[in-house]
């Protein structure tokens, strides 16, 4: 059986392929808004674009959550539960990234050919993939959950090495950048379109904070990465995982609004209220907040009692 410590790694980077789909498909969601085909949908499918930018966001919480349970619950040790609860978040998150993919190739494809195609292609490609990411796994998985609860009772009591500590939280870091600078790309190119031209100035400087929000991610992100070459060296040690951890933690104080004010910009640009944006960036804001600290700092106190 697979070692604790390289499940754990191949969950992570198992979380890094599907975030880099995601949150590529989620710049294009927010760039979506500001093109001017957007203009010429029907307002259903305008409002089913949002959805689908909603669902993505959702998704992208939970896919980055594990690295915050690693830090804040396990302290950067590798325990069954870190494996659980990254396992069970994949397991979550295909359904909803699947629904987004349909929905977005339902409105492509209505703009082609109409309502029943698009309808074809949407519920088709959100049933295919469904069928390819849970099928095999519904099939197969009763005859594996009893050797892994016997794993799993060996690893509970084996501490966790330094290199691989590291090793794990530099591949967290990893989980979130390449997906955080697909983003400002996209979110650098929407300032140069036609559309970015109407929003109020409002918007637009809500849209500007966001950049430099993201942009602070992106350097936090990547600061453990020189520390470890020009400070350490490139030796393994305390120092460098505690301030890898550190960085993690503190670019998930940003990183979600950006992701929120971004939010604000298109819903209010898509519903033309203020209100609804709003609304619906506090409730993304909370989320991301609530998931990320307040969930995992409950789930550290109740496993301190």
Do not use: C
Request: net charge positive; glycine share 8%.
């Amino acid at each position: 059986m697979t070692a604790l410590k390289d499940k754990i790694k191949t969950a992570l980077d198992e979380s890094r392929m599907l975030i880099l789909g995601l949150q590529v498909l989620l710049g294009f969601q927010y760039r979506a808004a500001f093109e001017p085909g957007f203009e010429k949908l029907p307002h259903a499918s305008q409002l089913l674009e949002l959805v689908s930018l909603g669902i993505l966001l959702l998704g992208a919480a939970l896919l980055i959550s594990p690295g915050a349970f690693h830090r804040i619950v396990a302290d950067g040790q590798d325990t069954p539960e870190v494996h659980r609860y990254a396992t069970r978040i994949m397991d979550t998150v295909l359904a909803p990234f699947a629904l987004a993919l349909g929905i977005d190739l339902y409105v492509v494809s209505r703009m082609l050919a109409g309502v029943t195609p698009g309808l074809l292609v949407g519920v088709g490609t959100t049933t295919l993939a469904l069928l390819f990411w849970y099928g095999p796994g519904m099939w197969r998985r009763g005859r594996l959950i009893s050797r892994e609860k016997s794993v799993m009772k060996d690893a509970r009591s084996n501490r966790t090495a330094l290199k691989d500590k590291i090793d794990q939280v530099l591949t967290e870091a990893r989980v979130v950048l390449p997906g955080v600078q697909a983003l400002l790309g996209f979110q650098l190119s929407i300032m140069l379109m036609q559309g970015f031209e109407s929003l109020p100035p409002s918007s637009k400087y809500i849209h500007v904070a966001s950049l430099a929000l993201l942009t602070l991610s992106i350097i936090l992100l990547m600061s453990p990465a020189a520390y470890h070459r020009i400070v350490a060296r490139g030796e393994d040690t305390q120092d460098v995982h505690r301030f890898a951890s550190r960085m993690l933690l503190f670019t998930m104080v940003p990183l979600p609004l950006g992701f929120a004010g971004d939010f604000y910009v298109v819903v209010r640009k898509t519903l033309n209220s203020n209100a609804w944006a709003s609304f619906s960036s506090i409730v993304m804001l909370l989320f991301f907040y609530g998931l990320w600290f307040g969930y995992m700092i409950y789930r550290k106190q109740r496993a301190s009692q």
